[in-house]
């Protein structure tokens, strides 16, 4: 079951979950029509971008992209000199920009959960093992790059 335990695992049931709660419980609350679709549409672009980089990237290096993996390298080079969480990042991206295209106005309240799973099961074990790993690297990293942005 740990091969469930991944981010767009957890994507998917907030993407479902904002679905169903824009679908049938809108509680009368909108952000307004074109101007919150295309901002919503910028952002799943964006994320979807912001994550193709960060695997093209994590490819070069050959390193895995699976989060529960050893990584083989301290990936620091192209979009993750911006940030260490790139792929994260896109998946809240993606989420905030579904929220927003289906005027899902409650769900938003979905982005904060989002950011506190990925955070305590994914990128705090993360980042212990590549401390652990990459030692004075990965220090140095921490000190020039931001975890989010």
């Known amino acids: 079951m740990r091969w469930l335990d991944i981010p ?16 049938y419980y809108s ?5 307004g029509g074109a101007w919150s679709q295309f ?11 912001l994550m193709a980089l960060a695997v093209h990237e994590m490819r070069r290096q050959k390193t895995t992209v699976i ?24 998946d809240l ?10 005027d899902a106005v409650p769900s938003l309240a979905l982005v904060p959960i989002l950011l506190w799973i990925l955070e305590r099961r994914f990128v705090v074990p993360e980042e212990n093992r590549l401390r652990r790993k990459f030692r004075a690297d990965f ?6 790059t931001r975890r989010w942005l």
């Not at 767009?8 to 679908?23: F, G, R």
């Not at 509680?27 to 952000?31: D, F, N, Q, R």
């Not at 919503?40 to 971008?49: A, C, D, S, T």
């Not at 905030?96 to 289906?102: E, K, M, N, P, V």
Request: aromatic share 12%; charged share 10%; hydrophobic share 50%.
């Open 8 to 23: 767009p695992i957890w994507l998917i049931a907030a993407l479902v979950l904002a679905w169903v709660q824009a679908s």
């Open 27 to 31: 509680l009368g609350l909108s952000l």
């Open 39 to 49: 901002l919503g549409g910028l952002l799943v672009g964006g994320g979807v971008v």
């Open 67 to 90: 989060p529960h993996r050893e990584a083989d390298s301290l990936v620091q080079s192209g979009i993750f000199s911006r940030s260490r969480n790139p792929i994260y990042l896109g």
């Open 93 to 102: 991206m993606i989420l905030t920009g579904f929220i927003l295209y289906w």
């Open 139 to 144: 220090a140095r990293y921490c000190q020039k």
